[in-house]
């Protein structure tokens, strides 16, 4: 291990050591709106749907928007981090943790939106004892537990050189407990060649793993929409288009993460505006493509002037078209023109780009599932009025932001367990080249 003094731990150990009264007021409003939240948890559960906007014609709302978003977010981490480690891009080091705490977390908090669409919590064992493999739903269960079994893996591979270093630094003031558990979670790694080639070996190929499970989970949760008849969802490119979409919202999610932390741990001499302007450009390419894939799913509706498609597309461009314009059009644009001419690329513009994504494409989304279902296949005959169409009831905002509030809290008391930067083999000159660069 490398001496004391010059060990990178130093630098960064305000951050794992102490909490500042700002952090103590970040977590307690953090607790607060989750307390709110669990409030809001315990009317859903002692009344039922009927508090939600959820009604027989619109069976989904704002829930599995939330669990499409936050899915295709902890998809784009596993895509993005395990892309950079397989292929040694030079300046991922600063970012690439931020990516993969993204995707656990995401995974562990979007399946929750699933289960606050049952109405029967203990009918689901159902789904595990009795569920029949021909069923979609049935194949993104154990897609998204294949999923997140891998991505611990991958991130506790990532992370080992760090605990390593963590356990080993003795100018470090932590609990006793927190040294014990980082010697635990070490398990003995010293930093020998050859226990460095074989994590390297294990780490390169849960990074190839991670990768193509994220491709193919979220092609099933595609699959779950496209292979139903409904106007709006049976369509062949719906595969693709929400792995791009993923992956596009998965890009803004870090730039905004790299923002923050480097505002609250004045990571300003790591995360610099290389790094933001590398991840914009990234941005830049999912926007191109993410537009391509819009425009080719809705021109072949249009064109095709089928009945139900019309109807679909009508109600898109009159009840939702602010919606339909900002994710469509603002979420496609901006990136274009902010992060493709050099005279827009600052730090604050990228990440008030990325901003402005990650509303856009939570609405495009909501587009995605609502209209759909405000405009069904086979209308339900004689329903209430104010049943065929859709609003979002306070007990569900409560939730959707509990899940922001969850996921912020997550990953401050991770930053708090371990370093949000790479430490292992980080050194002055290493730091100041990366600087200059």
Not at 325 to 331: F, K, L
Not at 357 to 384: F, G, H, M
């Amino acid at each position: 291990m490398e001496n004391e003094q010059n060990n990178p731990l130093k630098e960064f150990a305000p951050q794992l050591e102490r909490t500042t009264m700002q952090g103590y007021t970040w977590i307690l409003f953090l607790l607060l709106v989750i307390g709110v939240g669990f409030y809001a948890f315990l009317q859903q559960v002692l009344h039922g749907h009927e508090v939600t906007g959820m009604r027989d014609n619109v069976v989904w709302g704002v829930y599995i928007v939330n669990f499409i978003f936050f899915m295709g977010v902890s998809y784009a981490g596993a895509l993005i981090s395990g892309t950079l480690h397989l292929f040694k891009t030079p300046w991922r080091k600063p970012v690439i943790r931020m990516a993969e705490f993204i995707t656990v977390i995401s995974l562990l908090i979007g399946p929750c939106f699933i289960l606050l669409c049952i109405g029967r919590l203990d009918r689901l064992p159902y789904l595990v004892l009795f569920g029949r493999i021909q069923s979609p739903i049935t194949w993104d269960v154990i897609a998204i537990s294949t999923d997140i079994f891998g991505c611990f893996i991958f991130l506790y591979l990532a992370v080992l050189r760090d605990l390593a270093l963590l356990r080993d630094y003795e100018l470090l003031k932590l609990p006793k407990w927190r040294k014990k558990l980082y010697k635990a979670l070490a398990l003995g790694y010293t930093g020998t060649p050859e226990q460095q080639q074989r994590l390297n070996r294990a780490t390169d190929i849960m990074a190839a793993m991670v990768i193509s499970i994220a491709i193919i989970v979220y092609s099933v949760l595609a699959w779950i929409f496209s292979v139903t008849l409904q106007p709006g969802w049976h369509s062949t490119i719906f595969g693709p288009y929400f792995v791009i979409a993923a992956v596009y919202s998965g890009s803004a999610v870090l730039i905004i993460c790299m923002w923050v932390f480097r505002k609250v741990y004045h990571l300003e001499a790591y995360i610099t505006k290389k790094h933001f302007v590398a991840v914009g450009i990234i941005m830049l390419v999912l926007a191109a493509f993410f537009g391509y894939f819009t425009f080719s799913d809705y021109l072949t509706k249009w064109y095709g002037s089928e009945k139900n498609d019309e109807l679909l597309i009508q109600l898109l461009f009159k009840k939702f078209y602010w919606p339909f314009i900002i994710s469509n059009y603002v979420g496609v644009l901006l990136p274009l023109i902010v992060v493709g001419l050099a005279r827009f690329r600052t730090i604050n513009n990228i990440t008030f780009t990325a901003v402005v994504v990650v509303v856009a494409l939570w609405l495009n989304r909501y587009i995605i599932v609502v209209p759909t279902l405000e405009s069904p296949y086979l209308p339900i005959q004689d329903a209430r009025p104010e049943w065929l169409n859709y609003t979002a009831t306070w007990v569900e905002w409560s939730l959707t932001a509990t899940g922001v509030a969850v996921f912020c809290l997550l990953f401050t008391l991770a930053s708090k367990f371990i370093t949000i930067i790479p430490v292992s083999g980080v050194t002055g000159e290493e730091k100041k080249e990366d600087v200059l660069i």
